[in-house]
């Protein structure tokens, strides 16, 4: 033995606490598998084939992305300042609006040229994605940072203000009914059939706009220097402070980061669903949230990773039991996660877990 | 230390008047201006209207206040158990399940109709414990939970119980084919609250109404004042500061917080027999997330954990949004020249409240006097970021 | 003292009664094991201190104790009886009280509303009883005030100053209270943990000599958790010292004081 500094001691997990832990996971993975299973064993008697189940799930993963990409802007915030930024679902329903109105502005018809459409698509997510992005920097600057170090209660109110705020802003502009999009790629023509699933534009659309996204975000904030602030200062914003982070403008970029995360899933929602509505974002903010929680809060793959499981559970729903029933089911699984796994499927990634 | 902190400093004993202290006497004031209100306005006014709903809202805000104000449970989803007491007025007090044939306590005219039709004193105490025990069955899944989590598990709940109401004509989940709720066309009509020996209840003859939904808040408004001054109340108090501690004080958490979940879910249950009655109807549309907020926007308003403070805030938001901004803002727009109906800002009007609301004064309109503290620090920017370490 | 009274000293700690016993506490977190089969016991009417450097495992010990932390293994026997796997307000309704590390008084509330809150296991009163304020239920509250002046008054604090919203007493005085409102619950065994951190020497002084008077008007056992050597080797009867979660070393304080594996544990090896 030498000097005062102090051992390394042999790690030993009692018995218990490990046993815990896998029964947990896969104990959430169990009931996540439930549903698909049922189904599938369902299918496999009545039709002898699984496609319908495949079917879902191709399907489940194309919104899925979408969710993952709203799931993305929860997660990071709440990693970031523990705060449930209520507003975010609303900030995607602008983007889808922020869409609609753009496709109508720039001419594109379902007769354009693809070329034309390519270009004219690629400016709209730009401006769509900045929108967002731009509005959430404001809302924090506005709501959130006033209150850093009032009771979580306070923040919570803000961010519920203004999701109301949001809502009412789509319902003045284009009114309380559902607006149809042009069907501007056509999203619900097949592609091509892999397996007996047809796999349609909607769902290239969005493997397309999401797959480089979600590259890029856990590129960035694995490897870029504000990704590594970011991460620094969801874990210990003191630590971080003191080593010479601005956190205000960390939390400002992760705001922005969202946002655009948020407007790029509002025009592929528009594209893909071909319907826009004032209301959409309170339950697409739920479900993603869900998606967040489930993957693990402040973990950014794990909203990734969530988003698409939600997807799948959502469809398989939708097509099986009816849409009326699946907020019913997905906040059901949301108050299973919380209760049972706070921590979700990957472990969560905030200032008290770190 | 400022001025304000300093007052902040010591928690007086209450000023008096010979031996009558200055709050008994302004508490006999605010009763006695209640009681005879009715006399200055038409009895089936407006204003007679919207006093009787303002009411009710603050037997709902009481019932809030006890769950997020007293004890510090950030519940999001009251909505509930408002849903709750509204459907068992409708299902006990209607013709409703018109196979039935029960009559308890009513007048003649409704013996003779079908259905279940109890006295609402009767459904009362059903729909309060209905209520208590749906609150202490939703509040168990979030003890272990950290507060914002509480907010959300609290609004998937609210939110679960706002589609079964919609989704329940035709069975539950799918299963079964019966009817339970009627979905949004809800169920209509609902037997009017029929107290022996008083005028009876019409929809020209408000007083009755109001008289009534005064004396349940009075009922609750009594048992708030009571219970905060008592070793319960102290105990939510503590637990909304430091759980820890307070647990290591020999205060059982869990029971203690199953309380305040049953008792607010309790008050929300009852004031939903009287709003079922009142507005003739209980259907789905008036189960709303909204509604949930709102509710939690008048104690906020008002200043958490503040009975008055949350009376106040009920009637303001409460008289707001039946009169000021349907009747009175309504017409502004016009005077200006410009073209849109304000009514369709309401929500955007509320939430832009909510924001200024916290932003500005968070500690409500009457602050309770220990929040006084806490939020001072906040305003003044006493503090840099503090983070604080939790055994 | 000398040796052969010393040895009497620890005879008849080691015969009395134990109001405390811990038999191979563990506390294992994940990967980090930061109590490791600690046994040890604490003297009925004794001043007993733990002690060790920092990261040694004592506030993770304490809060077994108290039932904050689940023990990994082993077990706790507070007066008799078996309470490992109770919950903290069971234990402290069994006689259990603590103060904390850094202080958790009840800001908003009064010096006076907090050592009520202490009370709360000792207090009857019903939901219903509260309401409707029965002469029982009213009396009860009366002598609970009186009693919580009575205890403010007795560790020190000034009566102009029992109304005060507890966030805005001095430091000393916010001790004062935390031990006011652990006394409130008529203890038979009281945890500080780190009682002088932040004092100077005069007012740790005054707190041993504080120690004393409880340990012999109450008939209390006092179990710390110190730094402060001079308040340790003046106030305790028995010390136990911990060091990365073991017990290391146990018994008189001028013995343990000398023990070498005490002297390394705290300074490292010596040549």
Redesign the interface.
């Known amino acids: 033995m030498e000097s005062a500094s102090i051992p390394v001691r042999p790690t030993r997990r009692s018995r218990g606490e490990v046993a815990r832990e896998y029964v947990s996971r896969f104990g959430l993975i169990a009931i996540l598998l439930i549903l698909p299973v049922a189904y599938g064993i369902q299918d496999l008697q009545d039709e002898g084939n699984l496609s319908r189940l495949a079917t879902n799930i191709k399907d489940g993963l194309s919104n899925g992305a979408i969710w993952a990409l709203i799931a993305v802007g929860y997660t990071l915030v709440y990693g970031i300042i523990?705060?449930?930024n209520f507003a975010h679902g609303d900030l995607f329903m602008i983007g889808s609006f922020v869409s609609y109105a753009l496709i109508g502005t720039v001419g594109l018809t379902t007769a354009t040229g693809n070329f034309g459409l390519l270009f004219g698509l690629l400016l709209i997510l730009v401006i769509a994605m900045v929108g967002c992005g731009t509005l959430n920097v404001m809302i924090e600057r506005?709501?959130y940072r006033?209150?850093?170090?009032?009771?979580?209660?306070?923040?919570?109110?803000?961010a519920?203000?203004?999701?109301?705020?949001?809502?009412?802003?789509g319902?003045?502009w284009l009114g309380g009914s559902h607006h149809g999009v042009p069907d501007l790629i056509e999203s619900q023509n097949d592609f091509f059939t892999v397996l007996g699933v047809p796999v349609t534009h909607g769902d290239i659309l969005a493997l397309v706009v999401t797959v480089p996204l979600f590259i890029f975000l856990v590129t960035f904030i694995a490897r870029s220097r504000m990704g590594r602030a970011m991460r620094a200062t969801a874990q210990?914003?003191?630590a971080a402070?003191l080593m010479g982070i601005n956190v205000d403008t960390t939390i400002s970029f992760t705001f922005l980061t969202g946002g655009l995360m948020a407007g790029a899933a509002g025009l592929i929602y528009a594209l893909y669903q071909t319907d826009v509505w004032f209301f959409s974002g309170?339950t697409a903010g739920?479900i993603a949230?869900t998606a967040a929680?489930m993957g693990g809060i402040g973990n950014l793959k794990g909203a990734i990773l969530g988003g698409l499981i939600i997807g799948c559970l959502q469809q398989i729903s939708d097509n099986r039991?009816?849409t009326?029933?699946t907020?019913?089911i997905v906040?059901?699984y949301?108050?299973l996660i919380?209760?049972f796994r706070?921590q979700g499927l990957l472990g969560e990634e905030t200032?008290?877990a770190g | 230390m400022s001025a304000m902190?300093a007052r902040?400093?010591?928690?007086?004993?209450p000023e008096r008047i010979g031996k009558i202290k200055m709050s008994t006497i302004f508490t006999v004031i605010v009763i006695a201006v209640a009681i005879l209100l009715p006399f200055f306005y038409e009895s089936g006014s407006g204003f007679m209207n919207d006093a009787t709903v303002a009411l009710v809202y603050v037997v709902m805000a009481l019932g809030l206040n006890i769950v997020?104000g007293f004890a510090g449970l950030?519940d999001l989803g009251y909505v509930a158990f408002f849903a709750i007491g509204a459907y068992t007025m409708g299902w006990l007090a209607s013709s409703w399940f018109s196979k039935e044939d029960i009559h308890v306590g009513v007048s003649e005219i409704l013996n003779n109709q079908p259905g279940i039709h109890l006295n609402w004193l009767i459904v009362l105490p059903v729909a309060a414990i209905a209520a208590a025990s749906l609150g202490a069955l939703l509040g168990f899944?979030?003890l272990?939970?950290?507060?914002?989590?509480i907010?959300?598990?609290t609004?998937?709940?609210g939110?679960?119980i706002g589609?079964?109401a919609?989704?329940s004509d035709d069975g539950i989940?799918?299963i079964g084919h019966f009817n339970l709720t009627n979905g949004r066309a809800g169920i209509t009509p609902v037997d009017k609250i029929d107290i022996p020996l008083v005028d009876r209840f019409t929809t020209l003859n408000l007083r009755p109404w109001y008289w009534t939904a005064l004396a349940l808040a009075l009922v609750v408004l009594?048992?708030n004042f009571?219970?905060r001054d008592?070793?319960?109340?102290?105990?939510w108090?503590?637990i909304r500061?430091?759980e820890?501690?307070?647990?290591?004080?020999?205060?059982?958490?869990v029971r203690v917080k199953l309380?305040a979940y049953a008792?607010g879910a309790a008050m929300g249950g009852m004031a939903g027999t009287f709003l079922g009655s009142f507005y003739n109807t209980v259907n789905a549309d008036q189960f709303e997330?909204?509604f949930s907020?709102f509710v939690?926007?008048m104690i906020?308003l008002g200043g958490?954990g503040s009975i008055w403070g949350v009376v106040l805030g009920a009637l303001v938001l409460s008289f707001i949004n039946t009169n000021l901004i349907p009747d009175v803002l309504n017409n502004v727009p016009g005077k200006l020249g410009l073209d849109?109906d304000l009514t369709?800002?309401g929500?955007?009007?509320?939430?832009?409240?909510?924001?200024i609301?916290?932003?500005l004064r968070?500690q409500g309109l009457i602050p309770e006097k220990?929040?006084q503290?806490?939020?001072a620090e906040?305003l003044e920017?006493e503090?840099d970021?503090?983070?604080e370490?939790r055994? | 003292m000398s040796t052969s009274d010393a040895q009497a000293e620890q005879d008849r700690l080691n015969a009395g009664p134990a109001i405390l016993e811990t038999q191979y506490l563990t506390k294992i977190f994940g990967g980090l094991t930061a109590v490791d089969g600690v046994s040890f016991r604490v003297p009925a009417r004794s001043i007993v201190s733990i002690i060790g450097p920092n990261g040694a495992g004592k506030?993770t010990f304490f809060?077994m104790l108290?039932g904050?932390y689940r023990p990994s293994l082993g077990s706790v026997i507070f007066d008799g009886k078996d309470v490992t796997t109770k919950?903290?307000?069971?234990i402290?309704?069994l006689g259990v009280?603590?103060t904390?590390q850094?202080i958790?008084?009840?800001?908003?509330?009064?010096a006076m509303?907090n050592v009520?809150?202490?009370q709360?296991?000792?207090?009857r009163?019903t939901?219903a009883g509260?309401?409707?304020?029965t002469p029982r239920?009213r009396r009860e509250?009366r002598e609970a005030r009186e009693k919580a002046r009575e205890v403010l008054t007795y560790v020190g604090v000034s009566d102009r100053r029992h109304?005060?919203?507890a966030?805005?007493l001095s430091y000393g005085d916010q001790r004062r209270v935390e031990i006011a409102?652990a006394l409130a619950?008529d203890p038979k065994l009281l945890l500080l943990d780190e009682p002088t951190a932040g004092m100077n020497p005069q007012e740790s002084e005054q707190l041993t000599g504080f120690m004393r008077k409880l340990r012999d008007d109450l008939q209390l056992a006092i179990l710390l958790i110190e730094h402060d050597m001079k308040v340790v080797m003046g106030v305790s009867e028995q010390v136990t010292v911990l060091d990365h979660g073991e017990k290391i070393s146990e018994g008189e304080p001028q013995a343990v004081r000398h023990d070498p594996r005490v002297v390394e544990a705290y300074l490292g090896k010596q040549g």
């Open positions: 523990e705060l449930i506005v709501g006033p209150l850093r170090n009032a009771p979580k209660l306070a923040p919570l109110i803000t519920v203000g203004f999701s109301f705020i949001l809502q009412n802003v319902l003045l210990d914003p003191q402070r309170f739920l949230f929680v039991i009816g009326e029933w907020p019913v906040f059901a949301l108050v919380l209760v706070p200032r008290e | 902190t902040a400093r010591a928690i007086k004993p997020v950030l899944p979030t272990r939970l950290r507060g914002d989590y907010a959300i598990v609004l998937a709940f939110e679960i589609r079964i919609v989704n989940f799918g009594f048992i009571r219970l008592s070793r319960i109340g102290r105990a108090i503590a500061e430091d820890v501690a307070a647990i290591s004080m020999g205060i059982p958490t309380l008792l997330f909204s907020i939690l926007a906020i958490l849109f369709e800002l929500f955007g009007i509320f939430g832009f409240l909510l924001v609301m916290m932003v968070p220990r929040h503290a806490e939020f906040v920017g503090h970021v503090v983070v370490t055994a | 506030t809060n108290t904050l919950r903290p307000d069971q402290t309704a009280a603590r904390f850094n958790r008084l009840f800001g908003t509330m009064s509303e009520l809150v202490g709360h296991a000792r207090l009163a939901v509260s309401i409707f304020r239920v509250e109304d005060d919203a966030s805005y409102r619950s």
